[in-house]
């Protein structure tokens, strides 16, 4: 007989399937960057990309929702940072350890944090502030300004890194209305458009059948990617299933080793172990306001 499985357990799982996923996006990335620019390679992914997004919005209805003046202003600030992201985080990949790129970007729940408070007015206690802090040094324990292996590229992925929490913190202001998914096909069509124009100018290099197939590898497992973290988000305990999202490390490391081998050093390890424990602690402290705020409301509620 077999038993249910709870929805924490199955939010969890569509968590790290969606991590996952974007691990082999972003293998499949670095692999067709060895033929491919930056923005040639941003063009051409995001065309089968936004093809299969506009087929979906079509098939919703909502390709034609008019949307209020405040969610377009917030909408292209989320592109403004979704193209930026794009482009520095795949120039940074491009260029450095898939284990390390991907470790900068764990931090990206911190910055957020970070950057809610001072932008949003979000409280954040002195604990937490602490775990941003200490999420922070484990960034510089991986990229190691001064060091031998230091190059620009390391910054560029602290850049992306930026320019997704601008994203992110945007995103958190649209309104309930606006269809998730019609801003998914929004950000992937500029992106592509972006990758596209400047494209022309940075010079294309010769296209080749692998690099399509990886390209069109890297369209799917992106798309598997958004779908399942949409579905983490509608399944479970948030503060459980996001838990989860730094299982995306196990894969980006196992990868890295199998198919560029690139072995992490210690600092790396180290570094990413740092953002991993001032990420989970940052939840655990974000799950603890959650339910305190519960608790006042419905003490409020009962007066």
Not at 114 to 133: D, K, M, Q, S, T
Not at 249 to 273: H, K, Y
Not at 280 to 286: G, Q
Request: glycine content about 8%.
């Amino acid at each position: 007989m077999r038993l249910p499985l709870s929805e924490n357990i199955r939010g969890a799982a569509f968590m790290s399937i969606s991590m996952a996923a974007f691990v082999v996006n972003d293998t499949a990335m670095k692999l067709a960057g060895e033929h491919l620019n930056v923005f040639q390679a941003m063009f051409l992914r995001g065309i089968l990309t936004t093809l299969m997004l506009a087929i979906f919005c079509h098939y919703k209805g909502i390709l034609t929702v008019r949307l209020p003046k405040k969610d377009r202003r917030l909408i292209v600030l989320r592109l403004i940072g979704e193209v930026n992201a794009a482009a520095f985080y795949l120039t940074a990949l491009f260029h450095m350890p898939l284990a390390n790129a991907t470790a900068i970007l764990q931090s990206l729940p911190l910055a957020v944090t970070l950057g809610a408070a001072i932008f949003l007015g979000e409280p954040v206690g002195w604990r937490r502030y602490f775990a941003i802090c200490a999420g922070f040094i484990g960034v510089l324990m991986i990229v190691r300004p001064g060091a031998d292996g230091f190059n620009e590229y390391s910054v560029y992925a602290i850049i992306s890194v930026l320019f997704v929490v601008l994203r992110d913190l945007a995103t958190r202001r649209l309104s309930g209305t606006v269809p998730s998914t019609l801003v998914t096909f929004l950000t992937s069509f500029s992106v592509m458009s972006i990758g596209g124009i400047i494209s022309i100018f940075d010079g294309w290099a010769p296209v080749t059948t692998e690099s399509l197939g990886l390209l069109a590898l890297a369209s799917v497992f992106v798309m598997i990617g958004y779908q399942f973290s949409i579905s983490t988000m509608r399944t479970g305990d948030l503060s459980f299933t996001s838990l989860f999202r730094y299982t995306i490390l196990i894969w980006a490391i196992l990868i890295g080793i199998i198919v560029f081998n690139e072995f992490p050093d210690l600092w790396t390890i180290l570094g990413s172990a740092v953002i991993v424990v001032s990420g989970l602690y940052t939840v655990y402290r974000e799950r603890l306001l959650a339910r305190r705020q519960r608790k006042e409301r419905a003490l409020k509620a009962a007066e």
